[in-house]
């Protein structure tokens, strides 16, 4: 382009060269007026200067441009698609018999040959996020998006319209359901869970290997709900319980009166937990099935990664919407996030989005401080991450050296981490002995008076924290740690709409008497702490689950400093590193778990409540524990891990898919081997002192 650009000139600027020339030897002849050849030499003069200078500026070097940030950015994201596309084409391009290339053989096929056929319908229950959603009815902005995914897929109408995107998403901030004008409804069928995003695969491998036995569509159903509503209303508005019901009993007529096994994932097992006393109960608020329906219907639950008591994520969720990552994205770049410059204000918008979202409060840790701790316990406080006083501790025990019974005690006291603070104010105030804490009464009493700066003043997005006096965040902090109990006044406080609408429709508690007539009511069904499995002594009941991965456990928090445009007062304090365990990194103290669910949530009412008959399992249904212990992928060619143990990737891991199979198939849980335990659940179920 800067080539053309010069030629233009120089045909520009020719024609004057030689015109004044013309002009120079005209008067010789015609005998023109002396002065006409003064201003014709002056634009010669100027013309030939004008080339010069030109000429001049061609040889001349550029001066080298300053490298930016974006520049920094850009290049990476070209070396990366450039590696990626470069392997793949290698990858496709190789002979498949070169040794190292062929995958492995799916265990589908395997079991297969071994004899192992369909026998058992399947329903796949999926969890929260990992549904696809789509448009049925919506605003002005969203033309053109009539039954196109919201959730789940590409995502390009994130970066095509957000705002309008977000609004779509939201639920009604009083009801919980839609807002005016606007239809959002799960995808149906099994491509509603298959892939979260393309190549991101949830339910798909699982569903292949399935096929590979002889699954098909009459056989096998993805129970896909609205995952945003509570588990009540996706009855309420899209009567998806009853369809659940219907397509149960209709899958055991049709194939040969065989029961049905059904595979929950994530929330899906609180869901499916809520299903089994909703079919049992009475209309209206109930199905109507009667006591005996799931005992007629149900062979065994496969409860994948359970969030049965719940997750502390929610927790870092609701009160900053954040969680590991976003702590590491401000711990390595501070101002990004928060930057008045950029204005992007992401958080806020996920909060004001998040908080429509009744299922989140769901997921909200279930048993109080006798399941998590109180301020100086907890059943994981023997934990040790990978840290300088492990790796000592190791080598004295390897080379045999006599210690000191005392000094041994002191270290593994200090090891101890009070993982009970579920929240704290400080790193100092996460480690000291409660005794050495400032805190205020249990039921905080805040003034919710309004801020003294309007929301509208500085574009901020409109979250219930605007409702919040900065007095009342200050109180807040002085509180300086929180357990589970008195967490539920501190969301009451930060977030009363929101703890108002959806405690009406989940509890968080540990009953007294199961047979108390309130406990009928919808709001306990989901939490198993809370309500009785059904009477059903020949089902089946798993826990699986993956271990050996850090899991968030509790959270450093810190008042936002101020700003100009700040939403959200409080934040994960990304600063807090280095505890005696190694187990605090980024603000954020990491137990067992498979990167989500930590492993007392996961395991512990399969390992206690549920083990034998005791007043949450009357019939003695058969309960198990398979863990799943966490291998990273060798290669790229195992793509997200053939025996992973994360939260997700697990549906890729070949153990769990095998169990899966043999059990639909016709297996018992003494006949896949019982329980399987890598971590320390028997021991953590053993400190937890609950009433069986």
């Keep these: 382009?800067?080539?053309?650009?010069?030629?233009?000139?120089?045909?520009?600027?020719?024609?004057?060269?030689?015109?004044?020339?013309?002009?120079?030897?005209?008067?010789?002849?015609?005998?023109?007026?002396?002065?006409?050849?003064?201003?014709?030499?002056?634009?010669?003069?100027?013309?030939?200067?004008?080339?010069?200078?030109?000429?001049?500026?061609?040889?001349?070097?550029r001066a080298p441009r300053e490298w930016r940030c974006i520049d920094s950015c850009c290049w990476m994201i070209g070396y990366l698609c450039t590696t990626w596309w470069l392997l793949f084409f290698l990858y496709h391009c190789l002979p498949p018999n070169l040794a190292g290339l062929h995958p492995p053989e799916p265990p589908g096929t395997r079991l297969r040959r071994q004899g192992v056929t369909a026998l058992h319908p399947v329903v796949l229950v999926p969890g929260i996020v990992t549904g696809g959603l789509e448009l049925w009815e919506g605003r002005p902005c969203s033309d053109g998006l009539f039954r196109q995914r919201l959730w789940g897929g590409t995502f390009t109408e994130i970066f095509r319209r957000p705002m309008c995107w977000l609004e779509h998403l939201s639920l009604d901030?009083?009801?919980?359901?839609?807002?005016?004008?606007?239809?959002?409804?799960?995808?149906?069928?099994?491509?509603?869970?298959?892939?979260?995003?393309?190549?991101?695969?949830?339910?798909?491998?699982?569903?292949?290997?399935?096929?590979?036995?002889?699954?098909?569509?009459?056989?096998?159903?993805?129970?896909?709900?609205?995952?945003?509503?509570?588990?009540?209303?996706?009855?309420?508005?899209d009567?998806?319980?009853?369809?659940?019901?219907?397509?149960?009993?209709?899958?055991?007529?049709?194939?040969?009166n065989k029961k049905v096994v059904v595979v929950p994932h994530s929330m899906g097992v609180i869901y499916f937990l809520h299903f089994m006393k909703w079919v049992e109960a009475p209309p209206p608020m109930g199905?109507?099935?009667?006591?005996?329906?799931?005992?007629?219907?149900?062979?065994?639950?496969?409860?994948?990664?359970?969030?049965?008591?719940?997750?502390?994520?929610?927790?870092?969720?609701?009160?900053?919407?954040?969680?590991?990552?976003?702590a590491f994205i401000r711990a390595m770049a501070p101002g990004l996030l928060d930057s008045d410059i950029f204005g992007l204000q992401a958080l806020e918008q996920v909060m004001k989005v998040s908080r429509t979202w009744d299922s989140i409060i769901s997921l909200i840790p279930k048993g109080g401080e006798t399941v998590w701790g109180d301020l100086d316990w907890s059943p994981e406080e023997d934990y040790i991450c990978d840290s300088p006083t492990e790796k000592y501790q190791q080598k004295i025990d390897a080379k045999g050296n006599k210690t000191d019974n005392r000094i041994d005690f002191q270290v593994q006291e200090s090891t101890k981490t009070k993982y009970g603070r579920i929240i704290s104010f400080g790193k100092k105030e996460s480690e000291l002995p409660s005794?050495?804490?400032?805190?205020?009464?249990?039921?905080?009493?805040?003034?919710n008076a309004t801020t003294s700066q309007s929301p509208a003043s500085c574009g901020k997005v409109w979250t219930e924290y605007?409702?919040?006096?900065?007095?009342?965040?200050?109180?807040?902090?002085?509180?300086?740690?929180?357990?589970?109990?008195?967490?539920?006044?501190?969301?009451?406080?930060?977030?009363?709409?929101?703890?108002?609408?959806?405690?009406?429709?989940f509890s968080h508690g540990i009953a007294d008497n199961l047979d108390d007539p309130k406990y009928d009511h919808y709001k306990y069904w989901s939490n198993p702490l809370e309500t009785k499995l059904p009477d059903a002594p020949e089902m089946e009941i798993y826990c699986l689950y993956g271990v050996g991965i850090p899991t968030e456990r509790s959270y450093v928090y810190k008042v936002s400093p101020p700003g100009r445009c700040k939403s959200i007062p409080l934040q994960i304090d990304s600063s807090a590193n280095k505890s005696p365990n190694g187990c605090l990194k980024g603000g954020v103290y990491f137990?067992?778990?498979?990167?989500?669910?930590?492993?007392?949530?996961?395991?512990?009412?399969?390992?206690?409540?549920?083990?034998?008959?005791?007043?949450?399992?009357?019939?003695?249904?058969?309960?198990?524990?398979?863990?799943?212990?966490?291998?990273?992928p060798l290669n790229f060619l195992e793509g997200r891990g053939l025996e992973s143990g994360g939260h997700v990737d697990i549906m890729g891991n070949v153990a769990l898919i095998e169990d899966v199979l043999r059990v639909v198939a016709g297996a018992s849980g003494s006949e896949i081997g019982g329980d399987r335990i890598f971590s320390d659940i028997m021991k953590m179920s053993e400190k937890i002192n609950i009433r069986l």
């Design 466 to 505: 605007d409702e919040v006096s900065d007095e009342s965040i200050r109180r807040i902090s002085e509180e300086k740690a929180y357990t589970t109990k008195t967490l539920l006044d501190l969301l009451r406080s930060i977030a009363p709409k929101m703890m108002k609408r959806a405690e009406a429709h």
């Design 239 to 256: 009567q998806s319980l009853s369809r659940l019901k219907n397509k149960i009993e209709l899958m055991y007529v049709t194939n040969g």
């Design 287 to 326: 199905g109507g099935g009667g006591p005996l329906w799931c005992a007629k219907h149900i062979k065994s639950i496969m409860n994948i990664g359970p969030a049965f008591l719940g997750v502390p994520k929610a927790v870092g969720n609701l009160i900053s919407a954040e969680s590991k990552d976003v």
């Design 1 to 61: 382009m800067s080539s053309i650009l010069r030629f233009r000139k120089l045909c520009f600027l020719q024609p004057t060269k030689s015109s004044s020339y013309d002009q120079k030897s005209e008067p010789q002849k015609n005998q023109t007026p002396p002065h006409t050849n003064k201003i014709d030499d002056k634009n010669y003069v100027v013309a030939a200067s004008s080339e010069e200078n030109l000429k001049r500026k061609h040889f001349q070097k």
């Design 591 to 632: 137990s067992d778990g498979d990167e989500s669910v930590p492993v007392i949530s996961a395991g512990f009412v399969c390992a206690k409540p549920w083990r034998g008959k005791t007043r949450f399992n009357p019939s003695g249904i058969s309960s198990y524990v398979r863990e799943y212990k966490h291998k990273a």
């Design 435 to 447: 005794s050495e804490i400032f805190n205020l009464d249990s039921k905080v009493s805040l003034n």
């Design 173 to 237: 901030n009083e009801t919980g359901l839609d807002p005016p004008g606007i239809r959002v409804r799960p995808v149906p069928g099994l491509v509603a869970a298959d892939y979260f995003a393309p190549g991101y695969f949830v339910w798909a491998i699982l569903i292949e290997n399935l096929a590979r036995i002889g699954y098909e569509g009459k056989n096998m159903y993805m129970a896909a709900y609205d995952w945003r509503l509570s588990f009540q209303n996706t009855e309420v508005r």
